[in-house]
């Protein structure tokens, strides 16, 4: 149980273009979901927290406005990476609060190269 | 958000049991411990968490101090796949706090 997917595992862009990852729950359903960004050699950062019907919070100093986040339903969250640029390019995983305790579960992660 | 304190990095061999310290001093009484693991290229893992007593489950043992202000995650029989990095972290109990990665520890496991 308490397992969690994101799509597409990997995607290649040019700089200019939105590029949208999934991330869901898929044995179990989750009013908060979690995007975090990880950069070569570095720990995970969280980008910002997802709640079911609401709107996202997010950390300091990641833009809301490129990096939107949308959690549509207990299941699957979306992150959209808004006019990539290269310096975009990382690793974004999420996870998902499973309950009744509310542990994170992460997703296997998205690698976002943007040329 | 009370901090946590991880060696950079341990080295063990296959089949030997491996002790994970983490030091917590500023632990407040409402934190859980949680330890996850991150293999390369893939997201973190889900080790095992607790509150006071010592935890355990398939994939490890969490010993807990008595005044809470360490940890220890035990894997009991170390192989190649158990070679990834650590992370301990302290998380609120109310629902759906978020977990602060830090830098965690990595782990070599030798054959």
């Known amino acids: 149980g308490a397992v969690v997917s994101q799509h597409p595992s990997w995607v290649i862009c040019k700089s200019g273009t939105s590029v949208k990852i999934e991330c869901r729950s898929l044995?179990?359903?989750?009013?908060?979901m979690f995007w975090y960004r990880q950069f070569p050699k570095q720990s995970l950062m969280l980008m910002a927290t997802?709640?079911?019907?609401?709107?996202?919070?997010?950390e300091q100093g990641v833009e809301k406005d490129k990096f939107l986040i949308n959690h549509a339903s207990l299941t699957l969250s979306t992150l959209t990476v808004t006019s990539a640029h290269p310096e975009d390019s990382s690793f974004y995983i999420c996870?998902?609060?499973?309950?009744?305790?509310?542990?994170?579960?992460f997703g296997p992660g998205t690698r976002l190269l943007v040329l | 958000d009370a901090k946590t304190t991880q060696p950079n990095s341990m080295e063990s061999n296959e089949e030997e049991p491996v002790h994970l310290p983490c030091n917590h001093s500023?632990?407040?009484?409402?934190?859980?411990i949680h330890w996850y693991r991150q293999l390369p290229s893939q997201g973190p893992e889900y080790v095992i968490h607790?509150?006071?007593s010592n935890v355990n489950n398939r994939m490890a043992s969490l010993a807990i101090a008595e005044d809470r202000k360490s940890s220890t995650l035990i894997l009991h029989r170390a192989t190649l796949r158990d070679a990834a990095v650590y992370y301990c972290?302290?998380?609120?109990?109310?629902?759906?706090?978020?977990?602060?990665f830090g830098t965690g520890t990595r782990l070599q496991v030798f054959p």
């Open positions: 996870s998902a609060a499973a309950p009744p305790e509310e542990t994170q579960y």
């Open positions: 044995d179990f359903q989750a009013t908060t």
């Open positions: 997802s709640n079911e019907g609401s709107k996202a919070t997010y």
């Open positions: 500023t632990i407040s009484g409402t934190d859980y």
């Open positions: 607790g509150l006071t």
């Open positions: 972290i302290l998380r609120k109990s109310y629902n759906t706090d978020k977990l602060i």
